[in-house]
């Protein structure tokens, strides 16, 4: 609440370090430090109100949830239960339809592919290139669906893809291809 409501910065200084043991995060350089620097387009990207709602009841539902579960069972105890919860906030931010709610119509589900549909013209004409990422295959499937439907070129990556090496090389020879969609959970390379 105090983030919510107040802004309160110290609030969200306790609540990152009390999440930090339940996040996993590499930087670039622990990676690949060939990468070029990642850039960044300033975009700021409102929710329609359903999702916005749907975030705040699942904010208020698991904060309740989880203070009666570390009540009863300790904090150590409720941790998949955090983890739940902060899942499901990240799908809400991605698409309400990734929770599998009954009603949730494409239209104000996401503003992530509202915001696709008005990029995808200007990266084509500026003759730009983009990878997507997702750890939601789901996410990823809506993606498809969109450019499909727009009838735009991309490549596209998972974990069930069998020749990635032949994705990733249309992709970085091809410039008709202007989109590649790739799950980014880690996957065993495949045995030659």
């Known amino acids: 609440m105090p983030i919510a409501r107040d802004k309160g910065f110290a609030a969200q200084v306790r609540l990152a370090r009390r ?6 995060r590499r930087l670039k350089k622990e990676v690949a430090a060939d990468l070029p620097a990642k850039t960044r387009p300033g975009i700021v990207l409102r929710a329609h ?39 499901r906030l990240r799908q809400v931010c ?41 750890q939601f295959v789901s996410m990823l499937t809506l993606l498809k669906e969109r450019l499909t439907q727009e009838e735009i070129d991309f490549c596209y990556l998972d974990g069930s893809t069998v020749d990635r090496g032949a994705v990733v090389q249309q992709f970085q020879t091809d410039p008709a291809i202007p989109f590649s969609l790739s799950a980014s959970k880690r996957v065993a390379p495949a045995s030659t």
Do not use: W
């Open 19 to 24: 999440l930090r043991p339940f996040m996993l």
């Open 49 to 87: 109100s359903g999702p916005a709602n749907v975030y705040q009841q699942i904010v208020e539902a698991s904060r309740k949830q989880i203070l009666e579960s570390t009540g009863e069972q300790g904090a150590a105890k409720s941790r998949l239960m955090v983890l739940t919860a902060l899942l």
């Open 94 to 134: 991605c698409d309400l339809r990734l929770l599998n709610l009954e009603g949730a119509m494409p239209a104000n589900s996401s503003g992530k592919l509202d915001l696709l549909g008005e990029l995808v013209q200007e990266v084509i004409d500026g003759g730009h290139r983009v990878l997507v990422f997702s």
